[in-house]
């Protein structure tokens, strides 16, 4: 059976993106099944300045006010997230020390969306549109709707990847060194993943519901970072399954993971 390293993998993505960053998607979906995909990305001020003067390093033609959210790339990555998505909008925002963008998507068809859950296609300079994503690896939408109700399915994938290069194993002596670099490091980095009906939801059997948004994923770095041992162990150790990490992490403030692999969401 093939293993994943979901949490490292995390680690990774945090550490390949040097300082604080903050991610939040919403899916809001129309009683036909259209709607609009709302990314806000926010970096602290001092990663901002830092991914400015690299692109300034490698490209001379760029100066000081280099925008790292340019419309051209966000209009041509919306082919990536599937079938009938366009780019609709961006604006810039600023506030508390952090920098950053929120962009929307126009989709026709919340069934051809091609999502993953843990993400990092909304970071500028990470993600490759060209890269195909691993249908094994993406969110399935199926949408429905018969006379006055609409339904939404939503297939999470068990997170299975190939064998890849990762960290190596936490090593007992040079922990406590580590891990205060850790907590500098994930200090403050929230992700989550919402779906947002246009009607008030009827029924559901997500887990997590709050004023109409039902929350897929929602982690926040500071409630692990209270839990040296626990991130001690998920730095190090192989997860073997998404269900693994829901059990590891469920006690943990601040993170929820929706525990069923088959959300059904009627409004």
């Keep these: 059976m093939k293993k994943i390293y979901l949490f490292p993998v995390l680690i990774l993505f945090v550490i390949f993106l040097p300082g604080c960053l903050q991610l939040e998607t919403k899916i809001y979906v129309n009683k036909d099944g259209s709607g609009i995909l709302e990314e806000t990305v926010m970096f602290k001020d001092e990663v901002i300045e830092m991914m400015k003067q690299f692109i300034m390093a490698i490209d001379s033609t760029q100066s000081k006010d280099v925008n790292i959210f340019k419309e051209d790339d966000l209009i041509s990555k919306a082919e990536s997230y599937g079938e009938g998505v366009s780019y609709f909008s961006s604006e810039k925002l600023k506030s508390s020390g952090y920098e950053g963008a929120k962009v929307k998507y126009n989709f026709t068809d919340i069934s051809k969306l091609n999502l993953n859950l843990f993400s990092d296609e909304a970071v500028p300079g990470i993600s490759d549109s060209d890269t195909p994503k691993n249908p094994e690896e993406t969110l399935k939408f199926i949408f429905s709707r018969n006379n006055s109700e609409s339904e939404l ?31 500098e490091m994930f200090a403050d980095m929230k992700m989550s993943f919402r779906i947002i009906p246009a009607e008030k939801i009827k029924s559901t059997n997500a887990d997590f519901v709050k004023d109409n948004e039902v929350t897929l994923l929602e982690m926040n770095m500071n409630g692990l970072l209270l839990k040296p041992e626990l991130f001690k162990e998920l730095s190090g150790n192989k997860i073997n399954s998404l269900d693994e990490f829901r059990e590891l992490i469920k006690n943990v403030e601040g993170f929820k993971i929706e525990s069923k692999n088959e959300v059904q969401i009627n409004f």
Excluded at 155 to 175: H, R
């Design 153 to 183: 399915k939503i297939y999470i994938p068990s997170m299975m990847e190939s064998e890849q290069e990762l960290p190596e194993e936490v090593n007992d002596s040079t922990f406590n060194e580590e891990y205060e670099k850790a907590k």
